[in-house]
């Protein structure tokens, strides 16, 4: 800990990103392994992967003929957070998972990094990057609540089809998880500010720092705006429901990433100590767990409470988490977190699987007398998120199921203004496919108007 | 020779030159690719329109030169209906 406190070395790296950028030679070297697949009518393996259906070929292809800006817009025509996808799309099952390259026992092309590299380019030099409005303008009006990835794609795409479009935002900053949530070694802010900027030029009215239902009533947007989008995302980290949890040192797992991000890391590194407990087994366990490792901490174990093949964290994550030195204990619960002010230690039991109902997963069962103890300098509970029902159930006519917003195949929900995507549809899942539900819930305004989008 | 032809792109196959290797058909990530009656290389008009995505893995692994695929050099056309539409 001594040789990393306070120094610049430090910073470097817990910013230090996993995929450095291409450089140019790099990037036309990796170009040309891609084959060009896709059909007249089977289009590309990674183009069909990607929730955003970016038109991949055709972009290595401009990469490969040296024309980055052409690549970018290709890009960007698909996907309005290309640069953000680029840097925390999870490409190892997705695009790069589907390259044909891989059924040949060879290394997928490289597509995330070369879409990174196409984006900076352009993104870097202020190059307009998206088509701009059209001229002709609808008299509807459309307002997004929330600012994270579907508000943004929704946003957008219903400004190309001609719309007003206006954007609020409790927070003070856009992006919603890709600033808040995602570990800063994927990405930190940037490119989002850039990318937010073009929404901009389009016409996309933003207003930050206003929370609808508290500094305005949901009421009025309803008056004033002939569809709503909501975009809302899911709520804080779901309590682990144990004693000790209000000890300090026990974290959330979205404030920790969120202090480090754009707090200050160090008053949180000097909070952490030796041994970090992390509780849960999803992608956000795996990520502050990898945190705690650059932060410095020595021991960082993440307890869960089934086996290693049922943690819903993706494999190629919890195999570099292992590689940087997290520990796991399987079948692990917390029972208690103990300390007098501080949290000091966890208490942990073993759960064993009972016999599952059919089609269910196997309830588990504490196994008496297996209570250990776990040295704990901080905890951090990574179990999901809470869904946003408060919140959800103001809107007259609008349908939950299990917490989240019901929708049709357009994402047009059961109460008739109001369209959804994101997180608060899916229960949480990649930014790449809020983008992909966002522009398709665009659409599905633009039918709602009566007007049918191109090609549909 | 066989001719298979989609718009701009073709795939060709040439039953006279082949062994019967069997390389092309293990290798072809969509599988539509078989050995017919006869041991040759042989496909259906149909697998092609509908599954062929023009790689050119069975070209590079054939090795009796009994595949061609021809594609044109700026195919935007093709993939840009390929990757339009919302979410589709």
């Given at each position: ?5 306070g120094t610049?070395?430090a ?8 995929h ?6 790099e990037?036309?070297?990796e170009?040309?392994r891609?084959l060009e697949c896709?059909?007249p009518?089977a ?5 069909v992967?990607?929730?955003?259906h970016?038109n991949i070929p055709k972009?290595i ?19 309005v957070l ?10 190892e099952v997705l695009?790069?998972?589907a390259?044909?390259l ?6 997928a092309?490289r597509i995330?990094?070369l879409q990174?590299?196409?984006t900076?380019w352009?993104l870097?030099r ?16 459309i307002?997004?609540?929330?600012a994270?990835?579907a508000?943004?794609?929704c946003?957008?795409?219903l ?9 609020y935002?409790?927070?003070p ?6 600033v ?6 994927k ?7 850039l990318?937010?900027e073009?929404l901009?030029q ?15 009533p949901?009421?009025?947007l309803?008056?004033e ?5 909501l975009g ?7 309590s682990?429901?144990v004693?000790g949890?209000?000890l300090?040192g026990v974290?959330e797992s979205?404030e920790?990433?969120?202090?480090i991000?754009?707090?200050d890391?160090r008053?949180v ?5 030796e041994s ?9 366990a ?9 932060l410095?901490v ?6 869960y ?5 049922d943690?819903?964290a993706y494999?190629?994550?919890?195999q570099?988490?292992?590689?940087e ?11 208690r ?6 949290v ?5 039991i ?6 599952p109902?059919a089609?269910?997963r196997?309830p588990l ?12 300098d ?5 179990i ?8 959800l159930?103001q809107?007259?006519g609008?349908?939950l ?5 019901k929708?049709?195949?357009?994402f ?6 109001y ?7 899916n ?7 809020a ?18 989008a191109?090609?549909? | 020779m066989?001719?298979y032809q ?9 039953p006279a030159l ?6 092309c058909v293990?290798?072809?990530?969509t ?6 009656a006869?041991g040759?290389?042989?496909?259906t008009?149909?697998?092609v329109?509908?599954?062929?995505i ?5 070209e590079?692994?054939?090795p009796?030169f009994a595949?061609w ?10 993939h840009a ?8």
């Open positions: 800990m001594e040789h990393l406190t610049i070395e910073e470097e790296r817990l910013f230090a990103e996993i450095p950028p291409l450089n140019d030679s990037a036309y070297l170009s040309t891609c896709g059909g009518n289009p590309a393996p990674c183009t992967a990607c929730p955003t970016i972009f292809r401009e990469i490969r003929e040296g024309d980055p800006l052409q690549a970018a817009r290709t890009i960007f025509e698909a996907n290309g640069g953000t996808c680029a840097r925390v799309c999870p490409v695009c790069e998972g390259c044909v891989t059924k040949e026992g060879r290394r092309v995330g990094r990174r590299y196409a900076d352009a870097e202020h190059q307009s990057v998206l088509p701009h409005a059209p001229t002709t303008c609808y008299k509807e009006r307002a997004i609540i929330g994270g990835p508000g943004l794609a946003a957008a795409e400004a190309l089809l001609g719309y007003r479009v206006v954007v935002e409790a927070r900053l856009p992006g919603g998880l890709v808040y949530g995602i570990a800063p070694y990405q930190v802010i940037d490119p989002l500010p990318e937010v073009q901009r389009m016409g996309v009215e933003f207003h930050f720092g206003v929370s609808v239902g508290r500094d305005i949901l009421k009025q309803e008056q705006y002939e569809a709503i989008f809302i995302g899911l709520g804080r980290d779901q682990v429901e004693e949890e209000e300090e974290y979205l920790f990433i969120e202090r991000k754009l707090g890391w008053t590194q000097q909070t952490l100590g970090v407990v992390v509780i849960g087994g999803g992608n956000t795996i990520d502050v767990a990898r945190e705690a490792i650059r410095g020595k021991d960082v174990t993440v307890i409470r089934r086996t290693e093949k943690m819903p494999a190629h994550e919890y570099a988490a292992r590689r030195g997290v520990r796991f204990l399987w079948q692990t619960a917390p029972k977190c103990i300390g007098t002010k501080r000091q230690a966890v208490e942990c073993y759960l064993k699987m009972t016999q109902e089609g269910r196997s069962e504490e196994v008496p007398g297996t209570e250990f103890i776990l040295k704990a901080a905890v951090i509970k990574a999901g998120q809470q869904k946003r029902t408060d919140f159930s809107i007259e609008l349908e199921e299990r917490g989240l917003v929708v049709d195949e357009w047009h929900t059961t109460a008739a203004k369209f959804a995507a994101g997180d608060c549809v229960g949480g899942d990649t930014v790449v496919r983008v992909g539900e966002g522009r398709r819930a665009a659409h599905g305004i633009h039918r709602y108007f009566g007007r049918m191109n090609g549909e | 066989q001719i989609q718009g701009d792109y073709r795939l060709v196959l040439e082949c062994k019967g290797c069997n390389l293990h290798s072809c990530p599988g539509i690719l078989h050995l017919n006869r040759k290389i042989s496909t008009q149909e697998a329109a509908e599954k062929c023009f790689c050119r893995i069975c590079m692994r054939c009796d595949i695929v021809v594609k044109p050099i700026h195919s935007e056309v093709h209906s390929a990757a339009t539409g919302s979410g589709k």
